[in-house]
């Protein structure tokens, strides 16, 4: 019987499992102090952002998701565009040599003795790193939310938006009705699409949706142009139309027999996104609530594993459709573990008070 050959090993001070923003901040900052570290992403390179449509741009203004000390400039200086900004990331990772591995997947991290070993998941096949520290760098925003309802699964519907173009002249039923949907139903409107809201509140959210939005929506939904269902939720969707139930304003049921039909060659679910919690069952992190989020010392950001830090968005779970937790006020995390694994700090960021949000949190 011929023997399993063992898996090709590594090692290095730090391993971050996560591409993006908050992740490449830490790698920058692991090499500041010292700290000879890997970035295993299971996608590209900022991840999140790559499956934004073309041209969307941030709500956040270009120095608050600026990371690493590097500036983050546009031409007309106005906010960063997706393009802008994964160029961007690209730009950090090159200027700082960053050693950053994509399209890999972390399967697990054990305990070595006084470190850790962490399994990887390649297209070549496994390998495994020896570290002394894992940094879990990664998001909140990993599957689409899910309706429940029959036709969920049919090819022409859609958690994200996708290239615009694409949805010219078709029906589009868009389910949702916070800065996402909105943003879906202005794009396809001036594409050349036949834009339906279906949105189960009374009216749209007074916060959540972009300053700059709010008047143009509003104002085609007023003159006819986007037709938008409140108090509304989809119950069924069939190759060609949305069956649409109404909601009680007062107590949020669902009434089923109060049904109504909309056409819709394509449908976009843009009600929020949940996290993927497997990597952090499968090491054993403690769960709570809100969200399942990990738990974590809000001094250290390490986690209930020994070695074992949480960064970033990741620290907030599957959050509500009332996000709290952005980049934005993540940097802080990136100098709470760097300080707590070499004693010192690296200031790479400023101040936040994302732990504060975390504990104020309402549930979903």
Same mark, same amino acid.
């Given at each position: 019987?011929?023997?399993?050959?063992?898996?090709?090993?590594?090692?290095?001070?730090?391993?971050?499992?996560?591409?993006?923003?908050?992740?490449?901040?830490?790698?920058?900052?692991?090499?500041?102090?010292?700290?000879?570290?890997?970035?295993?992403?299971?996608?590209?390179?900022?991840?999140?952002?790559?499956?934004?449509?073309?041209?969307?741009?941030?709500?956040?203004?270009?120095?608050?998701?600026?990371?690493?000390?590097?500036?983050?400039?546009?031409?007309?200086?106005?906010?960063?565009?997706?393009?802008?900004?994964?160029? +961007? %990331? =690209?730009? @950090?990772? !090159?200027? *700082? #040599?960053?050693? $950053?591995?994509?399209?890999?997947?972390?399967? /697990?991290?054990?305990?070595?003795?006084?470190?850790?070993?962490?399994?990887?998941?390649?297209?070549?096949?496994?390998?495994?790193?020896?570290?002394?520290?894992?940094?879990?760098?990664?998001?909140?925003?990993?599957?689409?939310?899910?309706?429940?309802?029959?036709?969920?699964?049919?090819?022409?519907?859609?958690? +994200? %938006? =996708?290239? @615009?173009? !694409?949805? *010219? #002249?078709?029906? $589009?039923?868009?389910?949702?009705?916070?800065? /996402?949907?909105?943003?879906?139903?202005?794009?396809?409107?001036?594409?050349?699409?036949?834009?339906?809201?279906?949105?189960?509140?009374?009216?749209?959210?007074?916060?959540?949706?972009?300053?700059?939005?709010?008047?143009?929506?509003?104002?085609?939904?007023?003159?006819?142009?986007?037709?938008?269902?409140?108090?509304?939720?989809?119950?069924?969707?069939?190759?060609?139309?949305?069956?649409?139930?109404?909601?009680?304003?007062?107590?949020?049921?669902?009434?089923?027999?109060?049904?109504?039909?909309?056409?819709?060659?394509?449908?976009?679910?843009?009600?929020?996104?949940?996290?993927?919690?497997?990597?952090?069952?499968?090491?054993?992190?403690?769960?709570?609530?809100?969200?399942?989020?990990?738990?974590?010392?809000?001094?250290?950001?390490?986690?209930?594993?020994?070695?074992?830090?949480?960064?970033?968005?990741?620290?907030?779970?599957?959050?509500?459709?009332?996000?709290?937790?952005?980049?934005?006020?993540?940097?802080?995390?990136?100098?709470?573990?760097?300080?707590?694994?070499?004693?010192?700090?690296?200031?790479?960021?400023?101040?936040?008070?994302?732990?504060?949000?975390?504990?104020?949190?309402?549930?979903?």
């Amino acid at each position: 019987m011929n023997a399993v050959p063992p898996l090709p090993t590594s090692s290095c001070q730090v391993v971050i499992v996560g591409g993006g923003p908050i992740g490449i901040e830490t790698a920058v900052a692991c090499r500041k102090a010292g700290l000879d570290a890997q970035v295993i992403e299971a996608g590209v390179i900022g991840q999140t952002m790559s499956w934004w449509a073309p041209g969307t741009r941030w709500f956040s203004s270009n120095e608050r998701i600026a990371i690493a000390g590097v500036p983050l400039l546009t031409p007309d200086q106005t906010k960063a565009t997706r393009e802008q900004y994964l160029t +961007y %990331l =690209r730009a @950090v990772v !090159q200027q *700082f #040599g960053l050693d $950053v591995r994509c399209r890999q997947r972390v399967a /697990s991290v054990q305990r070595d003795g006084d470190g850790l070993t962490v399994l990887v998941q390649t297209p070549a096949g496994g390998r495994q790193i020896r570290c002394g520290q894992v940094v879990l760098a990664v998001g909140g925003t990993d599957h689409p939310r899910r309706m429940g309802i029959d036709g969920e699964d049919l090819p022409h519907v859609d958690g +994200y %938006l =996708r290239e @615009v173009h !694409q949805y *010219f #002249g078709r029906r $589009v039923l868009i389910v949702g009705g916070r800065n /996402s949907a909105i943003e879906a139903a202005l794009r396809l409107y001036h594409v050349g699409a036949d834009v339906t809201l279906s949105y189960r509140r009374e009216s749209l959210p007074s916060t959540s949706i972009k300053y700059w939005l709010r008047p143009e929506i509003e104002g085609l939904i007023r003159a006819g142009r986007i037709n938008a269902h409140f108090s509304t939720v989809p119950v069924r969707i069939t190759p060609s139309q949305v069956e649409l139930a109404a909601v009680a304003p007062e107590t949020g049921e669902v009434d089923s027999l109060s049904l109504s039909t909309v056409p819709a060659d394509d449908v976009l679910t843009l009600i929020g996104y949940e996290q993927d919690k497997t990597l952090f069952r499968e090491i054993g992190v403690e769960l709570v609530q809100p969200g399942d989020h990990p738990a974590y010392d809000v001094e250290t950001m390490m986690t209930s594993i020994p070695g074992v830090y949480v960064a970033g968005t990741a620290v907030a779970g599957t959050q509500s459709s009332r996000y709290k937790v952005f980049l934005e006020n993540c940097h802080e995390h990136v100098d709470k573990i760097v300080r707590h694994i070499t004693g010192r700090s690296v200031a790479v960021a400023q101040d936040s008070s994302i732990d504060s949000i975390i504990r104020a949190q309402p549930e979903s």
